[in-house]
């Protein structure tokens, strides 16, 4: 795969992620990855937008890509 392709998700991944993580602080006022609903939450917000990047990929395959 193309380094470049690499770099750009590596740098979606991050930017979902961060993102998902501001959506649980909005919601809880923290994020703690020991707690279920603060969990559940993160990946509600996390795999629409991976979804949106990577389309039809899984997310073994996203992340073999993202590592």
């Given at each position: ?15 979902a ?21 603060h ?29």
């Open positions: 795969m193309d380094a470049n392709i690499i770099t750009q998700a590596k740098a979606f991944f991050k930017s992620s961060i993102a998902a993580e501001a959506c649980v602080v909005a919601r809880y006022g923290e994020f703690d990855i020991f707690k279920e609903k969990c559940a939450a993160y990946d509600a917000a996390l795999f629409p937008l991976l979804a949106e990047y990577f389309g039809e990929m899984t997310l073994d395959e996203v992340l073999s890509i993202v590592g």
